[in-house]
T-cell receptor, first 110, second 117 residues
Framework: RKEVEQDPGPFNVPEGATVAFNCTYSNSASQSFFWYRQDCRKEPKLLMSVYSSGNEDGRFTAQLNRASQYISLLIRDSKLSDSATYLC???????????FGSGTRLLVRP | GAGVSQSPSNKVTEKGKDVELRCDPISGHTALYWYRQSLGQGLEFLIYFQGNSAPDKSGLPSDRFSAERTGGSVSTLTIQRTQQEDSAVYLCASFELLAGGRTGELFFGEGSRLTVL
């Protein structure tokens, strides 16, 4: 089993839609999680970090399910500018090693 | 600029040549990472440094790849006898632990695009 798994997509949604995708992780010792956003041919940028059960920032909500070992990202009221690849990365407090999921591609159409 | 700086931004080389890629992390960041990203693919972990030590080199694809970090700052990724399959964007990042040590942020450079002919 891969350390981090994500549905590659693409998720193709209209503007204004709500979309969610999951990231599953194999290491139960993971304690914090990051969602990164990567635009085409650009470097990844931090979208959100999650330490407890979840986090919310405007239209973006991350939910952590430790029992099932996945973290989800929900985007409400999708904008064209949300089109990107979303990368998940879990982290253990005792380690600096950071393995990224392969990413989920989101396309928001007019 | 206070961000992560990588050089060269683009490198075209011939198969069999050696290349060196450089990363200048954000000052004070303890951890430094190298990732590789082939076209349309995800980030492949190569190696990370804590200070000048590399606790985990398991991601290096072969013994043609090596990396070092000196002075807890600049890092160099060296690829010897390059092959066409080495063509990719090589991304460097440095990590800052935030207050409390429970979370942080990975800051990426813009990458070095390597093309092996």
């Amino acid at each position: 089993r891969k350390e981090v798994e994500q549905d590659p997509g693409p998720f193709n949604v209209p503007e204004g839609a709500t979309v969610a995708f999951n990231c599953t992780y194999s290491n139960s010792a993971s304690q914090s999680f990051f969602w990164y956003r990567q635009d085409c041919r650009k470097e990844p940028k931090l979208l959100m970090s999650v330490y407890s059960s979840g986090n919310e920032d405007g239209r973006f909500t991350a939910q952590l399910n430790r029992a099932s070992q996945y973290i989800s990202l929900l985007i409400r009221d999708s904008k064209l500018s949300d089109s990107a690849t979303y990368l998940c990365v879990p982290r253990m407090d005792s380690s600096y090693k950071l393995i990224f999921g392969s990413g989920t591609r989101l396309l928001v159409r007019p | 600029g206070a961000g992560v700086s990588q050089s060269p931004s683009n490198k075209v080389t011939e198969k069999g040549k050696d290349v060196e890629l450089r990363c200048d992390p954000i000052s004070g960041h303890t951890a430094l990472y190298w990732y590789r990203q082939s076209l349309g693919q995800g980030l492949e972990f190569l190696i990370y440094f804590q200070g000048n030590s590399a606790p985990d080199k398991s991601g290096l694809p072969s013994d043609r790849f090596s990396a070092e970090r000196t002075g807890g700052s600049v890092s160099t990724l060296t690829i010897q006898r390059t092959q066409q399959e080495d063509s990719a964007v090589y991304l460097c990042a440095s990590f800052e632990l935030l207050a409390g040590g429970r979370t942080g942020e990975l800051f990426f450079g813009e990458g070095s695009r390597l093309t092996v002919l």
